[in-house]
């Protein structure tokens, strides 16, 4: 059984730092590209940040210089690593896997992949 799941979320003031962490089981994630997204109160979910499996990155304009996305494919395991965290980042997020080989066009469209975990809390506040 596939399953993502992540962990990391909780709160921090602004400014602050947090990585947050998808761990893959029942696949082998070498052949996956994975997103992170998140989805405020009353708000689209939105496309954060991806990597392909062949290790190229992608971020939405207000994250970059913020976010970096990493994978470890050893271990199963993909990651968010988030800075200088701003109010407006509040928001639940999301990891989620694609059988998607090299680039990944469209790669913030949630259609774009198929399996998705439960969300982890992220909160900005001071």
């Known amino acids: 059984q596939m399953q993502l799941v992540e962990s990391g979320g909780g709160l921090v003031q602004p400014g602050g730092s947090l990585t947050l962490t998808c761990t893959a089981s029942?696949?082998?994630?070498?052949?996956?590209?994975i997103a992170w997204f998140r989805q405020a109160p009353g708000k689209e979910r939105e496309g954060v940040a991806a990597?392909?499996?062949?290790?190229?990155?992608y971020y939405t304009e207000s994250v970059k210089g913020r976010f970096t996305v990493s994978r470890d494919n050893t271990n199963q395991m993909i990651f968010l690593q988030m800075n200088n965290l701003k109010p407006e980042d509040t928001a639940v997020y999301y990891c989620?896997?694609?059988?998607?080989?090299?680039?990944?066009?469209?790669?913030?469209?949630?259609?774009?992949?198929?399996?998705w975990g439960q969300g982890t809390d992220v909160t900005v506040a001071s």
């Open positions: 029942g696949f082998t994630l070498d052949f996956y590209a």
């Open positions: 990597i392909g499996n062949d290790g190229t990155t």
């Open positions: 989620a896997a694609g059988l998607i080989h090299g680039v990944i066009v469209g790669w913030a469209r949630p259609r774009k992949y198929d399996y």
